[in-house]
């Protein structure tokens, strides 16, 4: 099963994304912790994305995609995988697109668990991450109107977006996620 979560920061990605490995047992792939894990390893894509986490900017397209690709090539990933904050722009649709079809794959679901706004400020505000301020709070949720909001239309126009009511109890959510996968996968 090939799933990508979709969700603000703050919607309980991370939490739900653990729920599906231990239920399905395909890995969870967040390019924000691989990102950040180069970023503290120091490795050269380390360096060069670094300018770009700390603003809250989306990193340049072909750098998230090549992490992507590669990670999606591992033996752990054959079974399926979980996708979380990736794809965020329309050229990131597009290469996973050309990576799965030359592996024969494709995509099952796209899950976009749905949070109030004031919830969601509330929720990042308790995480209190480096990254969090003001400003780069506001960046991201332009980035999010302009480049990611078309990402979510184009999942629905092909009948793959199934959008999950993110509040309640962890388990209520996760219930409602499960009930909106493909059922014999
Ligand atoms: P996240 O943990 O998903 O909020 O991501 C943290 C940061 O990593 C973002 O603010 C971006 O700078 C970068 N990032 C994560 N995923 C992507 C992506 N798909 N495309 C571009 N930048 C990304």
């Not at 999942?155 to 793959?160: D, E, F, I, S, V």
């Given at each position: 099963?090939?799933?990508?979560?979709?969700?603000?920061?703050?919607?309980?990605?991370?939490?739900?994304a653990k729920n599906l490995w231990k239920k399905?047992?395909?890995?969870?792939?967040?390019?924000?912790?691989?990102?950040?894990e180069a970023m503290?390893?120091?490795t050269s894509l380390g360096q060069e994305v670094a300018p770009y986490l700390e603003a809250g900017r989306l990193v340049p397209d072909a750098l998230v995609s090549g992490l992507v690709?590669?990670?999606?090539?591992?033996?752990?990933?054959?079974?399926?995988?979980i996708l979380d904050g990736y794809p965020r722009t329309l050229p990131q649709?597009?290469?996973?697109?050309?990576?799965?079809?030359?592996?024969?794959?494709?995509?099952?679901?796209?899950v976009f668990i749905e949070v109030p706004l004031e919830?969601?400020?509330?929720?990042?505000?308790s995480r209190g991450r480096a990254d969090d301020n003001l400003e780069t709070v506001k960046r991201r949720r332009i980035d999010y109107k302009n480049l990611t909001e078309p990402v979510k239309k184009d999942?629905?126009?092909?009948?793959?977006l199934a959008t999950v009511d993110g509040l309640g109890t962890t388990e209520e959510v996760f219930g409602r996620i499960l009930a909106s996968?493909?059922?014999?996968?």
């Open positions: 099963m090939n799933i990508i979560l979709f969700g603000q920061p703050g919607a309980g990605k991370g939490t739900q399905f047992g395909i890995p969870h792939i967040a390019t924000g912790d691989l990102l950040r503290n390893e120091g690709m590669e990670r999606l090539n591992s033996e752990d990933c054959h079974a399926g995988f649709v597009e290469a996973l697109e050309t990576a799965l079809k030359e592996k024969g794959k494709k995509v099952d679901k796209v919830i969601l400020l509330q929720r990042v505000e999942y629905a126009t092909r009948n793959l996968l493909p059922q014999n996968s």
